[in-house]
């Protein structure tokens, strides 16, 4: 099953003939390891077919019955699917992988013309990057749910974004364009709550074959498996007219000189010069020195590749870093479909910027959330009280499929890896068996019953030398998710001299970044005064961070019910 964009699309055309109406499911968050990543997608038909994979054929056939609600109840929906318990913890559906995904079942008309997926294939028929942005659920005038948005940039600038966008949907926006990331945001105030999805669509990459010889053959079909675009250029017609190619996006007929005027070579993206005759790759090559390809495939020896290289002159400087020659990974084989396998991979590798080298060796994440640049940050999670209002450890109660404490590891986890010091106290045997699988510094605070001060300072008591600062949680306001914490980030990054501190309710407070400068002042606090006295009291220093999702924490059982219902 064919699981790359092109493809869905392809799908798509195929049954918007038969169907008036179609579930588009698309990853919109991810907690830990998944199968698949945000802005993932597959599409689901009313009589249960469904075309690409999200979970690896771990919850496909429970996402088919929500699905059918779907269509059903003429409403979307977001489901939420945690694989971080043992198998048989998880609704018998015999999961286990290690992550947790949130879908979004969109409902849509096969002829609304701004339908999601003739969104994205507009995109990408335009040949340019942009963003979709859809509004999952809303309770905003004018905002309605399900709404989809096709967001073109100019100079990092948004185009045409609707004039009665909230700010928050218009950051979120410029966030994914600028770090390339998919992202899941709840805002909005507690009357007038939203979850919108911003992605991503960027064209396939274009892989441009010169020379149009059998070998060729099984690089085509390996790159269209993957949803590649491919030209091919040679200079012999009766070449092109192969049966072999009968996929190939563009079949182009042209001499070494002509290649500039007959494509536009600043959009390719990988050139494999192929001709198996050295006076006409010569002749290409000198034709490539002005691409922006960022990989150049040299059939054949070392000695072959300097001979080419040096035929160039002093035009060799201009591609010598992009070329690759001998091509491919070493995999070992002779075979054309072994070498276009090798090839294809080394590809693979240099335009997603990875080192080939086999995952079994990594011993870091293998698709960190966020970029690095933050190692001298740490996240502290306040979780010691014995939550007399409540009248239980609610540290441990569920939330989407697991515990507000987990849950805020997990969400923690994607911002600053494994630097995670949880702070226990009451029940703390009992507590810490909750979260033995994860990875995070337990922080046991006996003088727990003190006040929240003896916590923040048991924490910052435990941090390396190297901290900078705090990324300071609590477990108990549930609505908070990575986005959040990423928009603290964002801001810290840009001044890590800066308190950065949530303001919701007319209050300013938690979740907050707060640098090692401040730490002298939190260990002379007493009894219940936490880090919202500390902001108070250094607000020439404190930049905020509008986020009403902070207002809300779990306090009283009332306020856990009220959390459940909006599941």
Known sequence: MNTNLSALLATYHSLRSQHQQLVLATIVETMGSTYRKAGARMLITPDAEYFGLLGGGCFEADLLAHAQEVFQNQHSKIVFYDMRAP????WGLGLGCNGAVRILLQLFSTG???NPLTLIENALTEKQNCVLFTICESEEKGLPNESNFLLQFRDDEVVSAPTNWPSE??????RTWQSGKSLFSETGSSEHSASVFSSQITPPFHLLIIGAGPDAAPIVKIAKLLGWEISIVDYREAFLNQAEFSEVDNL???????????????????IVLMTHKIEYDERYLRSLTETTASYIGLLGPIARRERLLDQLGDDRKLIQERIFGPVGLDLGGELPEEIALSLIAEIQSVLHKRDGASLNSKSQPLHPETD???DDLYALILAAGGAKRFGGLKQLIEYEGTSLLRRSILTASSIVGERIKVVLGARARKVKRDIDTLKAGIVINERWEDGMATSLQAGIEALPDECNGILLILCDQARINADHLQQLLDQWLNDKSKIIASEYAGTRGAPAIIPRHAFQSIMKLHGDKGAKSIIESKAAEVILVNMPAGEFDVDTQDDYMALLSEE
């Open 87 to 90: 198998d048989d913890e998880i």
């Open 252 to 270: 182009i007929l042209s001499t070494p000189e002509q290649l500039v005027e007959s494509l536009n070579l600043q959009r390719i993206d990988a």
């Open 372 to 374: 690095f640049g933050h």
């Open 169 to 174: 949907y218009l950051q979120l926006v410029k």
């Open 112 to 114: 609304d013309p701004q």
